[in-house]
């Protein structure tokens, strides 16, 4: 007959130990996500230090009155990429303004690409999120585990999780 090496009590204590220091580390990682991405929004970075995004606003503004974006890129000087990129940051940073909790502040700038990507659009919430599949994300450009983990976390505050 086997002999436990440890009693019930042990074993209850090692387990709420282990799951007191996953949740911390959940916790720390989640606030590191968050800092990160607000550095990157709010700078001041080395790419936003006396960024400024006049011209970005002013690449949107000729956007909404209806400038095709060949025109937006000749008036400002720039390719169409970029005009377009411009556009886009815009949309975002103003998203983010008007609504801090948004995705968009929890989540790492290449992680919200890459949900973007996969979504077809911007604007996006948990559920939109949790309706994609693990094996959609794995075949997504620049989606690896760390990026499928994240997005994960991500969920778990919701109480949603993505589909097998």
């Known amino acids: 007959m086997s002999q436990n090496i440890f009693t019930e009590e042990d074993a209850r204590q090692r387990l709420d130990a282990d799951v007191a220091k996953a949740h911390d580390l959940y916790n720390r990682r989640l606030a590191r996500l968050r800092d990160a991405n607000a550095r990157h929004l709010a700078g001041p970075g080395k790419s936003n230090t006396g960024k400024d995004w006049s011209r970005y606003e002013t690449a949107f503004r000729l956007r909404n009155e209806g ?3 060949k025109d937006v890129a000749n008036h400002l000087g720039v390719s169409v990429t970029r005009a377009s ?5 815009h949309k975002r940073r103003a998203a ?3 609504n801090p909790d948004s995705p968009d502040s929890a989540l790492a700038f290449r992680t919200q690409t890459i949900l973007r990507n996969e979504l077809g659009r911007t604007d996006y919430s948990k559920s939109d999120v949790a309706n994609l599949s693990i094996s959609a994300l794995k ?4 989606c690896g585990p760390t990026t499928i983990n994240d997005i994960r976390l991500w969920l778990r505050e919701g109480g949603l999780d993505l589909k097998l």
């Open 85 to 89: 990129q411009m556009v886009e940051t």
């Open 96 to 98: 983010l303004s008007k």
């Open 139 to 142: 075949k997504a450009s620049g």
């Open 67 to 69: 400038m095709k974006l």
